[in-house]
């Protein structure tokens, strides 16, 4: 079956850092488009950053740009998350989600999705 599993998520204060991964089973990595989407309470789920089936190519949300950067190792079947200078408005379930074809902001069009990881940022 396929499963993605995320986790790195945790209690940090405002200005640390969480590496976030998510690890896939059960899919052609390698032939997928990886995106990560965070969801607080109360809020719409949003997109943070996406990154090509190659990893030659990456995506950010404005509100992240300059402090999380996306990458995979297809040889292991991973995608991370790096997270530097967080915010308290960084708090949210992390998601992690695959696709076939290129990277999309909309969760809607994504086949496959982890259980999520929680990241909380204290001030």
């Known amino acids: 079956q396929v499963q993605l599993v995320e986790s790195g998520g945790g209690l940090v204060q405002a200005g640390g850092s969480l590496r976030l991964s998510c690890a896939a089973s059960g899919l052609p990595f390698s032939g997928k488009a990886m995106a990560w989407f965070r969801q607080a309470p109360g809020k719409e789920r949003e997109f943070v950053s996406g990154?090509?089936?190659?990893?030659?190519?990456?995506y950010y949300a404005d509100s992240v740009k300059g402090r999380f950067t996306i990458s995979r190792d297809n040889a292991k079947n991973t995608v991370y998350l790096q997270m530097n200078s967080l915010k308290p408005e960084d708090t949210a379930v992390y998601y992690c989600a695959a696709r076939t074809s290129f990277v999309s902001e909309n969760g809607e069009e994504y086949n496959f999705w982890g259980q999520g990881t929680q990241v909380t940022v204290s001030s």
């Open positions: 990154i090509s089936s190659s990893g030659g190519r990456t």
